[in-house]
């Protein structure tokens, strides 16, 4: 006696609708898919979104570390070392424009004794029309005063953003001012100036820019170091009570006497380099890039440490 042919799940499937037997070929365990990784061509699809996305997400974490970095307030600690650079600065571009104009950009203090000789003779002996020009740099001056204190006061004085952005405008203040006298567009001496206004555009672009490195050294408590100022250096430094103390023990003075200078000797250096060409173009494209090293010296300085 035959036995009873054996059934298996690939020859029939019971329906319980119908109670009929219907042929069927899945097997009883339907192992699971992954549309991810199981299919070559989903995995192909899928693979340049992934890395769109890991992409995207490194993007963001870099984004996030960077506005962090430069949201950060920075040390003032050592900070007096780029402010007697920029005395150096200051120097460098007061005589160079005054080889050029008879006018100073940063020490007001002449500026405002040509205005009383002008208004007293009607013109300077050396320099035609001198009053004139020394009234647009000391309301250049004034107008840069304004502005960069309000720059720091609303975006925090001592965050590196803040410190970055107004040294960076004034290096573009400088570099546009040689790019027109390059190209001839502003003159570069008061003697060649081919109508009366040019030397004047100079004048306030270089004096709306010098103010503000006194509204830096006022933010990072520097008073010591104007950096366009000589005359309350000197007065402070042949005052101070501790004068002829020992290098380590009196700062202050230190910084003084580095700030004189640094005023000097770049004064020297500009005269003698605008003297030797003649234009004021090179002089100030080598006062920009000085400008640009303190600029990304502040991207780069230390944090100040909290607590």
């Given at each position: 006696?035959?036995?009873?042919?054996?059934?298996?799940?690939d020859?029939?499937?019971?329906?319980?609708?119908?109670?009929?037997?219907?042929?069927?070929?899945?097997?009883?365990?339907?192992?699971?898919?992954?549309?991810?990784?199981?299919?070559?061509?989903?995995?192909?699809?899928?693979?340049?979104?992934?890395?769109f996305?890991?992409?995207g997400?490194?993007?963001?974490?870099?984004?996030?570390?960077?506005?962090?970095h430069?949201?950060?307030?920075?040390?003032?600690d050592?900070?007096?070392?780029?402010?007697?650079?920029?005395?150096?600065?200051?120097?460098?571009?007061?005589?160079?424009?005054?080889?050029?104009?008879?006018?100073?950009?940063?020490?007001?203090?002449?500026?405002?004794?040509?205005?009383?000789?002008?208004?007293s003779?009607?013109?300077?002996?050396?320099?035609?029309?001198?009053?004139?020009?020394?009234?647009?740099?000391?309301?250049?001056?004034?107008?840069?005063?304004?502005?960069?204190?309000?720059?720091?006061?609303?975006?925090?004085?001592?965050?590196?953003?803040?410190?970055?952005?107004?040294?960076?405008?004034?290096s573009?203040?400088?570099?546009?001012?040689?790019?027109?006298?390059?190209?001839?567009?502003?003159?570069?001496?008061?003697?060649?100036?081919?109508?009366?206004?040019?030397?004047?555009?100079?004048?306030?672009?270089?004096?709306?820019?010098?103010?503000?490195?006194?509204?830096?050294?006022?933010?990072?408590?520097?008073?010591?170091?104007?950096?366009?100022?000589?005359?309350?250096?000197?007065?402070?430094?042949?005052?101070?009570?501790?004068?002829?103390t020992?290098?380590?023990?009196?700062?202050?003075?230190n910084?003084?006497?580095?700030?004189?200078?640094?005023?000097?000797?770049?004064?020297?250096?500009?005269?003698?380099?605008?003297?030797?060409?003649?234009?004021?173009?090179?002089?100030?494209?080598?006062?920009?890039?000085?400008?640009?090293?303190?600029?990304?010296?502040?991207?780069?300085?230390?944090?100040?440490?909290?607590?």
């Amino acid at each position: 006696m035959e036995p009873f042919p054996r059934l298996t799940v690939d020859d029939v499937m019971l329906t319980e609708s119908c109670g009929q037997h219907e042929p069927a070929n899945k097997p009883l365990i339907e192992e699971p898919t992954d549309t991810w990784a199981d299919t070559e061509r989903g995995d192909n699809a899928i693979r340049p979104l992934r890395g769109f996305w890991m992409l995207g997400a490194q993007l963001k974490k870099h984004g996030v570390r960077v506005k962090n970095h430069f949201d950060a307030e920075v040390s003032t600690d050592h900070a007096d070392v780029l402010m007697l650079f920029c005395c150096l600065i200051s120097g460098f571009i007061d005589s160079t424009t005054y080889n050029a104009y008879g006018t100073f950009v940063s020490m007001q203090t002449g500026n405002t004794i040509f205005i009383g000789i002008g208004s007293s003779t009607g013109q300077s002996i050396l320099e035609p029309r001198g009053w004139v020009k020394s009234v647009v740099s000391i309301a250049s001056f004034i107008l840069g005063s304004f502005f960069f204190s309000r720059l720091h006061r609303l975006f925090t004085p001592l965050r590196r953003s803040t410190l970055v952005s107004s040294f960076l405008l004034q290096s573009i203040f400088v570099f546009v001012t040689a790019s027109l006298t390059r190209a001839d567009i502003l003159s570069g001496s008061a003697i060649r100036s081919k109508t009366d206004w040019e030397p004047e555009i100079s004048i306030a672009l270089l004096s709306f820019q010098s103010a503000g490195q006194l509204v830096g050294s006022r933010v990072l408590s520097l008073s010591e170091i104007p950096s366009v100022v000589v005359t309350s250096v000197l007065c402070d430094l042949a005052s101070d009570p501790q004068l002829v103390t020992g290098w380590n023990s009196n700062i202050k003075r230190n910084r003084r006497t580095l700030a004189f200078l640094g005023i000097l000797v770049g004064a020297l250096a500009g005269g003698w380099l605008s003297a030797r060409t003649g234009r004021i173009q090179g002089p100030l494209q080598v006062s920009g890039g000085l400008k640009i090293m303190v600029t990304l010296a502040w991207v780069v300085w230390p944090e100040k440490i909290k607590g």
